[in-house]
């Protein structure tokens, strides 16, 4: 999220809308110059990204849950349940949820606010309870995890989500998520600027419920108290950031001076804003190319705007600003190879690389939080055949059912066996043996995960028997070793660091937004018969991705890395 690096500027107090312009939750947690752009009407025919497949796939598990989770409260509320109808329009639905209201319905569910009066604020809630005595809290139904192992947590059991039944619970932690507490302070608000909210005598707290992924509990949480930087309230923090993203959507309506530069930041990755930024900031050779964040921040305020400036600057010199993940002496090295041209430098003379007599590499695809669909494996032994000649070469284990599903189990298990069975051979023969991967986290997740959810059934390890291999030496993350050897100007993925070792993909549109494309014409997701097409593009993509993790560290073993210059010599 980019900065706030312009003075704060509150709503109105009398609830006016202001310039016609309306914000829902989201945008307390988005980009400042995302808001910027996306209420400017100069910016409409700007350049944007294709809509985001692994997004649409996340919104539809989210609408599919929260839909699970109104059937399983509505049967068990009985009489007391009254569901706004969805397939009506916003004014209709604001209506119906006034009527409700008005009829002190118990539970509403699919609640839509007024906006009127609301201070341009819009929005609305899963599930709206009324308390005693009379007035509504939020409760609101998310598709991620919302509590830990541990103590603390304020609960009530999922079917009685009422925040007057609330104990503290011994079992459940509370895991931190912004978002959901911004979300139910801007359904605060609107309650309170309806009416609708209870009395401050009738409820001593500003509550508000979440009920995430696990869906076994409601967890309460204080608006009011102090869980912010420097003991602000969740309220507190809201208001803050609504009244900077209100001021900063209005200046673009209205055609103002704005109040948001781009500036890199890590939501650019997904935003569909980013070809309209990146163009400008490479036009301007922001220092946010290199230095993303508040860094880039602290830097401008500072005075080095630019990648010029920063690598103009002494890397001996007693650092301006906190060094945060990087170096600034790295920082500094960063910027002199962008204006050099150079993708990669090196950090340290040499860094090992492990070498086996038998080398797996393996890439795994998944389709957004659905499921892992694709385990591919190239195997390599320059220490001589295997016993029983199990060939050198590129294997895939996938399947084609629409995930999530039982097939899973299948490929998986059969990508297991086989995995084993290589790393048992190796060191039967007296040979050493590892398996590679760029970036284990995407990797070690589906592991842990595949063997989690289909426990039991046939081919599939146990849970400790993955762990135990993720743990091993001789699974090697190439990632790792990157980020410890290498300065990487335009990143350190595996899609740019690989063609500094001389690969390139087949396809001239690899990547994994795209797979995500690929993937749902592979399965006909939309409707479509299957497109075998993509499902040959797939393969040959994830063929390339091991393909270039092997490329990669055999360039980093060979005598060609000692071209790469090194970070001191810039």
């Not at 919104?59 to 849950?65: L, Y």
């Not at 998986?412 to 069975?421: S, V």
């Not at 023969?429 to 842990?448: M, T």
Request: charged residues 25%; aromatic residues 6%; contains cysteine.
């Amino acid at each position: 999220m980019t900065a706030i690096e312009n003075r704060l500027s509150p709503v109105p107090a009398d609830g006016t809308p202001i310039g016609g312009v309306s914000l829902d939750a989201a945008v307390t947690t988005r980009c400042r110059r995302r808001v910027h752009l996306d209420h400017d009407p100069t910016a409409v025919g700007s350049p944007r990204s294709l809509p985001d497949p692994s997004l649409e796939q996340r919104r539809a598990d989210a609408v599919a849950h929260r839909n699970r989770i109104g059937e399983e409260l509505a049967a068990a509320a009985g009489a007391a349940w009254h569901a706004v109808p969805a397939p009506a329009s916003t004014r209709e639905r604001i209506a119906a949820t006034a009527a409700a209201v008005a009829m002190e319905a118990p539970f509403i569910w699919g609640a839509v606010l007024s906006d009127v009066g609301a201070a341009g604020r819009r929005g609305g809630a899963e599930l709206l309870v009324r308390v005693p005595g009379g007035g509504y809290v939020p409760v609101i139904v998310v598709r991620h995890r919302i509590t830990d192992p541990g103590s603390g947590a304020l609960t009530t059991p999922l079917h009685e989500p009422t925040p007057r039944r609330a104990r503290l619970d011994q079992e459940r932690k509370v895991r931190s998520q912004p978002r959901d507490l911004l979300r139910l302070a801007h359904l605060n608000r609107m309650l309170h600027a309806a009416g609708w909210a209870p009395a401050p005598e009738l409820l001593h707290h500003d509550h508000g419920g979440v009920i995430g992924m696990d869906a076994d509990v409601v967890v309460w949480h204080d608006l009011r108290a102090g869980h912010w930087p420097g003991g602000r309230s969740t309220l507190a923090e809201y208001d803050a950031r609504f009244g900077d993203r209100m001021a900063v959507a209005v200046a673009a309506a209205t055609g103002a001076p704005a109040l948001a530069a781009p500036s890199r930041v890590t939501e650019c990755r997904h935003c569909p804003w980013w070809p309209t930024c990146e163009a400008e900031l490479e036009r301007t050779e922001d220092v946010s190319l290199v230095v993303r964040g508040e860094p880039a921040v602290a830097l401008r305020h500072l005075g080095v705007r630019t990648v010029g400036d920063l690598a103009a600057l002494d890397p001996s010199a007693e650092p301006p600003i906190p060094p945060v993940g990087v170096t600034f002496a790295d920082m500094i090295a960063l910027a002199r190879a962008r204006q050099r041209g150079l993708s990669v430098v090196r950090r340290v003379l040499q860094t090992p690389v492990p070498r086996a007599d038998v080398e797996v590499d393996v890439d795994m695809e998944s389709f957004g939080e659905s499921g892992a669909y694709l385990w591919g494996a190239l195997l390599h032994h320059p220490g001589g055949a295997l016993p029983g000649d199990e060939p050198a070469g590129y294997r895939a284990f996938a399947t084609w059912e629409p995930v999530p599903t039982d097939d899973e189990a299948r490929s998986f298990a059969e990508f297991w066996a086989w995995l084993t069975g290589v790393r048992a051979a190796a060191r039967e023969s007296g040979r050493s043996f590892a398996a590679y991967c760029y970036n284990e986290q995407a990797e070690n997740r589906w592991l842990l995960a595949s063997a989690r959810r289909f426990a039991g059934m046939p081919g599939i390890p146990p849970v400790a028997e993955v762990e135990a291999f993720i743990a091993d030496p001789c699974w090697v993350d190439l990632f790792a070793v990157v980020s410890e050897w290498f300065l990487c100007a335009h990143g350190k993925g595996l899609k740019r660091i690989a063609p500094a070792a001389g690969f390139a993909w087949r396809d001239p549109e690899a990547g994994g937004e795209n797979s995500m494309r690929w993937y749902r014409d592979a399965v006909g997701m939309d409707g479509a018969p299957p497109d075998e097409g993509q499902r040959r593009r797939l393969l040959e993509y994830n063929a390339d991705d091991v393909a270039a993790t092997r490329a990669l560290r055999e360039w980093m073993t060979s005598p060609a890395i000692n071209e790469v210059p090194l970070a001191s010599e810039l």
